[in-house]
């Protein structure tokens, strides 16, 4: 099974960037199987959209707009955060991992695995770095995907 | 009829950028406003970092355009260090470059372009065999059979049937505007769903040569990282740039064969757009595709086109032009910073001041370039008409054979419709000097020439230096000031900042604003024809924002200062 951890996010707006972030902590402090991709997919939308559709699995890791203290942990299934129509764009900027997977699903291609780890953002001014809120919670979060990955997936993972 | 206003804001909706604002009397627009709703904070970032590290931070500007932004920055240490490029490292560049632009002119053409002038729900009433029919009379691309057509419409039958088709319902459907017959319509969707399998290809060719994708990991001052030996399997050998090859040729095929005639058969349609949507028709394109090691030879022209007059543009001949360079100047009377008079880009302030949008006064994020004091259109549309001006070889067939097919001629081109036709012309061009790039660098290869790059240190001292790129919205460039080997200022000028531009000190409007006035709209409660105009410059306000939404609803988390 081909398992893919998508991190979304823009890296110049602090925790904006927080699924990028997430991916390189991943790649620096575990040691994945082959058949686990991590993906630093940035801002790149709908020209991500070939990496779902190669996937069995996907964990998407993002920030998510709800209500709550920033560092909480959300996850949803797919069918938690699929959107029921496109909204009006103005720039294919503007087309997120969202319309990504309805366009996908309208492909036929869209896997049924796919959950969503979103993380409630402390700020998205300009920045390179994350909030220390969240700079904190990092660790525990790879933590919580990688003993998913362990438990779902009967994947061996070790630390680095 | 009453003048009433129209506002077309995403914020609203979901990760909003742009907004526009247009008022409406009679029948058509009679003002406009171009207000980008996002405050890029990369320059500030930047300062105090090391100059051949920029382009790295660069490429996050934007997610769509990451490869644009990484290769100005690098050109602006390039630049202010006089550095020159080895002939591999220009072709893999340039290669990297093409493929870019074929990947997004395919992405923007069919999911967010095409969708103006389809009818989805009209696709339903199609006949797959009529269809069929049609797009084998275009070209002969294997795609175009009854039984895929006829599996797209059950597909798109089912989603209707199961009030799936909802999605698109932002989509203006059954408006009067819409006037594709259902077999075309039921082709360019067909095409539409196929689209995203040969971006991916072009994204493919560019993760080979650049490392990864989005992100390339290779470019170093003074050329490429990327290691090319033919007969050694740990680098680029033989079997993946003849992987490349095939990349190519079937992303080639892709837009010669299905693009760019689902252009043409749009633009037929709707000739009548070709009279709408010219806006400001003085015009930008920097050369782009460097020949030799001293970037002064280029594959495609640059130059400057004023008011429309191609008989008198005036040549751009290296990225180095000095009138260019001098005569560049960014304006803040209408935009959310503090400064008074406008700054050549080296001399630029970043200082944000955000004051609510005012018609009147303030109203964008965006800063407001101005070339020789007057604004100017940067695209596809300004590149295409620079290289007919100038007899380019790549340009000028292009041009003659679509003049003919469609009974059009260049003035028509300042429209609407001719940014949309020029883009898929750009696509079509890109496509085949991929290949073009690619024939070079292997027989360059094969000559004997190993290198790769001239690498270069950051010495002490000031320098500055100005990286230009003919990208796929059109000239993009970074301007960067360094002092003892630290970034002092950096400024990025992009191409929708030249489109999406407010208005000046002299009031004069950006080329969105002006492209808008005397745009008829039928139906001011769904302004179509807005979104087409606006659409067919492909926005690109830069620093996207996706914060998920788990509701489903329309929102944004952006938080403007």
Partial sequence: ?160 | MATRTITLDPVTRIEGHLRIDAEVSNGQVSKAWSSAQMWRGLEIILRGKEPQDAWILAQRICGVCTTVHAIASIRSVEHALKVKLPLNAQFIRNIIMAQHSVQDHIVHFYHLSAMDWIDVLSALKADPKKTAALAQSLSDWPGNSETEFKAVQDKLTRFAASGKLGIFASGYWGHSAMKLPPEVNLMAVAHYLSALDYQRKAAQIVAVLGGKNPHIQNLVVGGVATAINVDNLATLNMERLSLIRTLMEETRDFVKKVYYPDVLAIAEAYKEWFKYGAGVTSYLAVPELPIDEDSKGFTLPGGIITKGDLANFRPVRTQADEYLINNIQESVAHAWFDGTAPLQPWKGETAPNYTDFKPDGKYSWCKAPRLAGQPVQVGPLAQILVGYAAGNGWVKPLVNEANAKLSIGIADYHSTMGRILTRGMRACIMADLSLEQLDKLISNIASGDQTYANPTEIPNGEFQGVGFHEAARGSLSHWMVFKNKKITNYQAVVPSTWNASPRDEQGAMGPYEASLVGTPVADPEKPLELLRTVHSFDPCIACAVHAVDPAGKEITTVKVL
């Avoid at chain 1, 203290?69 to 764009?89: I, Q, S």
């Fill in chain 1, 1 to 160: 099974m081909k398992i893919l951890i998508f991190g979304a996010g823009n890296l110049l707006l602090s925790d904006e960037g927080f699924g990028v972030h997430a991916i390189r902590y991943l790649e620096q402090h575990y040691r994945l199987p082959e058949d686990v991709e991590l993906f630093d997919a940035g801002t790149l939308g709908l020209m991500a959209t070939h990496k779902i559709e190669e996937s069995d699995r996907v964990y998407l890791l993002d920030v998510v707009a709800a209500e709550g203290e920033p560092g909480t942990v959300l996850r949803y299934a797919k069918a938690d955060f699929m959107l029921n129509r496109v909204p009006l764009k103005l720039s294919p900027h503007q087309a997120g991992v969202q319309e990504m997977l309805l366009i996908s699903e309208l492909r036929g291609r869209c896997p049924r695995d796919i959950f969503l780890l979103g993380v409630i953002p402390a700020t998205t001014e300009p920045g390179e770095t994350l909030s220390p809120v969240l700079q904190k919670r990092l660790p525990e979060i790879a933590e919580t995907l990688v003993n998913e990955l362990r438990a779902s997936a009967g994947l061996s993972i070790a630390s680095r």
